[in-house]
């Protein structure tokens, strides 16, 4: 298994013999205003450059999309990718999303699928505290994660936009992944609310899932980021968590 920090929560993972796309989103950086009612969102996004190119990215068996929020999925990788892949969605209205977009082979997740022998599991996430998910359900909408599983690989357990919250305890309590990718840039609204991932969120995932190796994703590269990767690391080394939680530059990648 590899996986590849793209950018933000796009990655690119060779699992099982196949290669997956997850969350791509493409476009160059400063093309897209800041994410109006976020905190900075005078920053154009995204705010950081690709580190590899389009092509290289776009060169799998299939994609994963955990939601269609826009920055994760966006026009430039809707022009980039072959519109009969194999394309994954959460449900049925963002399949209808990325159909009417010309995609021709575009799979709803159940709760567990096959993808040529690889098992594909649907989690839950919620897409912060549970009283601003309600209140701001319109923007915020839902989310999901993945599980990858295989025989002759590790389980790997992609978490999506989402905090710490028992849907993704019961998620490491059920599936025990060998390595966790967590959404960690602490993205927040105008306010201190998170909506994903923090690094007291990391923390919690950590003490939770004692064997395995987590990677933190999804940083630094939009406007409402809030943790840096500093700043992340230098909590890392504080807690004594270096060793098990790896936070990649893009362009990174680790095999296991």
């Known amino acids: 298994m590899k996986i590849k920090q793209i ?28 994410f109006g009612g976020t ?40 022009n980039a990718i072959s519109k009969d892949i194999p394309f994954f969605v959460q ?12 995609f021709k082979n575009v799979r709803v997740l159940e709760d567990t699928n096959d993808f040529d022998g690889i098992t594909l599991i649907k989690t839950p996430g919620r897409h912060g ?13 839902e989310v999901s994660g993945i599980v990858l599983k295989h ?12 905090v710490w919250y028992e849907g993704v305890e019961d998620n490491l309590k059920k599936y ?6 967590l959404n960690s840039g602490d993205a ?7 909506i994903i991932m923090g690094k007291q969120d990391v ?18 590269s939009v406007n409402h980021a809030t943790l840096s990767r500093k700043e992340l690391r230098e909590y890392l080394s504080e807690k004594g968590m270096t060793q098990r939680v790896l936070v990649p530059e893009d362009g990174e990648a680790y095999s296991f």
């Open 7 to 34: 950018r933000n929560a796009t990655l690119n993972i060779e699992y099982g013999g196949k290669k997956f796309l997850i969350d791509p989103w493409l476009a160059e950086k400063g093309a897209i205003p800041g």
């Open 151 to 162: 025989p002759d690989e590790k389980t790997v357990y992609i978490a999506g936009d989402t």
């Open 39 to 78: 905190i900075n969102d005078h920053l154009r996004n995204p705010t950081a450059d690709l580190p590899v190119p389009i092509s290289e990215i776009v060169d799998v068996d299939a994609v994963i999309l955990t939601h269609v929020h826009p920055d994760h999925w966006d026009d430039t990788a809707k």
């Open 129 to 141: 505290g549970s009283e601003i998910v309600e209140d701001m359900k319109d923007l915020l909408g």
């Open 188 to 194: 927040k609204v105008i306010g201190e609310e998170s």
């Open 203 to 220: 923390y919690q995932v950590y003490n939770a899932a004692p064997n395995a190796t987590i990677i933190a994703s999804h940083m630094e």
């Open 91 to 102: 449900h049925e209205v963002d399949a209808q999303t990325i159909r009417l977009e010309g």
């Open 176 to 181: 025990h992944p060998d390595v966790v990718v």
